[in-house]
């Protein structure tokens, strides 16, 4: 019998900083380190180069999961390059490789080698806290706001703040707020970049991470911003005033993979069909000392309780709702809910890195959506989303930049958008336009009174660049409006109603059952939709 060998063996691996700052993280460095600019690391063969940077802190995140999708962990051997893989000689151009660049997440250097970071930079992501005025005696007309408590006024006679701790925790940003529990004034804000990124930017890379053995990790990723984010405004607090601080609860709303993983769930059967979560239900942690936490309930393994708190702040969850509105949340997925009169229905489409722009042409989505109505406009790309010569093979460098109010003149070369960019774009919003399509027919309505952008994408998105390019109907100009962060404003919203007594378990279990969720793939209309509303024009 021939005996198995171990086949692990550790290289080195010289990495080359960038003037003391390696993929926007500063690198201690120390002897001769300092004067050669140089890391080295001990790297084991049988594991991928980026698996060593992430456990060395010189890469963020593997922003596909790690499947080679993205083509952002791009490094440059300066000497023994491995020879490129299928799948680097399909991502990357020919000059690339021959000048040693190769992708670290699938990359396995067998021999001592030295190599320069060239990551494809992740575009700044913001986190939206504002939301639109919602109050009960606004008509949602009113400009953003926050809502900040002014201390010079406040009344010191309270004794005890009664605050409620509300969150959003999404896939990409983590924001908390603590607000005053009657009024909903905000006395402090804490936002942090989901830290369970370095897993993979989408929810399929976590759960797979999780099914790989990741589960207690991500979990404790999670559960350490939430505990920071505690001890920021309990330290806070106790600076500006001396009264008693009593968090009454925190309410907590994401999506229901981020659930799942916060609450250390199963998440196998949510990566495959039928896609079945463990549980859609409000969830309650009252461990004795401590404040209770709920947990938004969700609609569908897509339609998480993110997009219920956002209805429940939006007012769409009320029995006696009037008219027909429609909310829309654009990230990775794009979930839209519609309601009619008492019908409501709800359905999500896969976006992936498309409203992210790719990962060539690193632009945030509500950039890319600007651009590519731009370039329309200048003849550089048709309709159907072709790129005149010579862009067809070598991409456009687009000479902007980006600010938080759109795209504006820059440095030349700034972004390279290349066709599949362009393609990306155009499934995903072909396939939102198809899904508002469907949902208004499934309601017996051919259009409709209001629709709500939510979240940062609806925050900063230029909305006659989305009508230009058919991502939204033409039909409602003047009827589509930004709300802000939803999501945080209806968990600030649902702690305080649960407390009150306002709405329980069984209320939400009630009103949730009449969301019809809609599965768009079986839809018969969908396909011939879809294709409909792939070109670049407002329909």
């Known amino acids: 019998m021939r005996r198995r060998t171990n086949l692990s063996k550790e290289i080195q691996v010289t990495v080359i900083k960038r003037t003391g700052v390696m993929n926007g993280r500063t690198v201690a460095a ?66 690339q490789l021959r000048h040693g660049y190769r992708l670290a997440c699938v990359s396995r250097p067998k021999n001592n080698c030295t190599i320069q970071v060239a990551f494809v930079e992740t575009p700044s992501t913001p986190i939206v806290t504002e939301v639109i005025n919602l109050s009960e005696k606004n008509d949602g007309s009113a ?29 990409t940003t983590i924001a908390m707020q603590l607000r005053e529990k009657q009024s909903g004034e905000v006395a402090d804000t804490y936002c942090e970049l989901n830290p369970q990124r370095s897993y993979g930017a989408d929810v399929l890379s976590r759960i797979q991470a999780s099914c790989a053995g990741e589960k207690d990790t991500l979990q404790e990723h999670v559960v350490g911003v939430l505990e920071r984010g505690v001890r920021q405004f309990r330290e806070n607090f106790y600076k500006i005033t001396s009264d008693i601080l009593n968090i009454s609860c925190m309410c ?30 409000l969830l309650t942690e009252n ?24 209805l429940y702040a939006l007012s769409m969850l009320k029995d006696n709702f009037a008219g027909n509105s429609m909310l829309i949340d654009l990230g990775t997925n794009g979930e839209i809910v519609a309601r009619a009169g008492d019908r409501m ?56 930049k980006k600010t938080a109010q759109g795209i504006e003149a820059g440095e030349e070369g700034q972004f390279l958008l290349q066709k599949e960019d362009v393609r990306r774009l155009q499934l995903a919003k072909a396939a939102v336009r198809a899904g508002v399509e469907i949902l208004w027919k499934i309601l017996g309505q051919t259009t409709c009174d209001q629709i709500w952008l939510a979240g940062g994408f609806g925050y900063y998105l230029d909305v006659e660049a989305a009508f230009a390019i058919g ?6 100009r003047g009827k589509v409006k930004a709300a802000g962060n939803t999501s945080l404003e209806g968990a600030y919203r649902i702690g305080r109603d649960l407390l009150d007594g306002i709405i329980s378990r069984e209320k939400f279990e009630e009103i949730l059952r009449k969301i019809k969720v809609i599965n768009l793939a079986q839809e018969d209309a969908f396909a011939q939709l879809y294709v409909g509303y792939m070109n670049l024009e407002e329909s």
């Not at 706001?145 to 959003?168: C, L, M, Q, R, S």
């Not at 600007?370 to 010579?390: F, K, N, Q, W």
């Not at 991502?471 to 409602?476: D, F, I, S």
């Open 30 to 95: 120390s002897g001769d380190e300092k004067q050669t600019g140089e890391v080295v690391l001990a790297h084991d063969i049988t594991e991928t180069l980026l698996t060593t940077l992430l456990k060395n802190g010189l890469a963020d995140s593997a922003f596909c999961g790690g499947r080679g999708e993205c083509g952002r962990c791009l490094v440059q051997y300066r000497t023994a390059a491995p020879m490129p893989t299928a799948l680097e000689r399909k991502r990357l151009a020919p000059q």
């Open 252 to 281: 907590i709303a994401g999506n229901t993979t981020m659930v799942h993983l916060l609450m250390g769930f199963d998440v196998s059967t949510l990566g495959r069909s039928p896609f079945a979560p463990v549980t859609l239900e």
């Open 471 to 476: 991502l939204l109907p033409g039909q409602m």
């Open 143 to 171: 400009p953003y706001e926050k809502k900040p408590i002014n201390w010079e006024t406040y009344d010191a006679e309270k004794k005890v703040f009664e605050g409620i701790i509300a969150v959003d925790l999404g896939t």
């Open 345 to 400: 229905a709800a359905t999500a489409t896969a976006a992936g890195p498309a409203f992210e722009g790719g990962a060539s042409a690193n632009l945030i989505g509500t950039d890319m959506v600007a651009v590519m109505d731009r370039l329309r406009r200048e003849h550089i790309i048709d309709e159907t989303g072709l790129m005149c010569s010579p862009y067809f093979e070598e991409g456009i460098k687009i000479c902007e």
């Open 287 to 310: 461990k004795e000392g401590e404040f209770p936490v709920y947990i938004v309930p969700g609609i569908s393994s897509f339609v998480g309780g993110d997009i219920v708190a956002g």
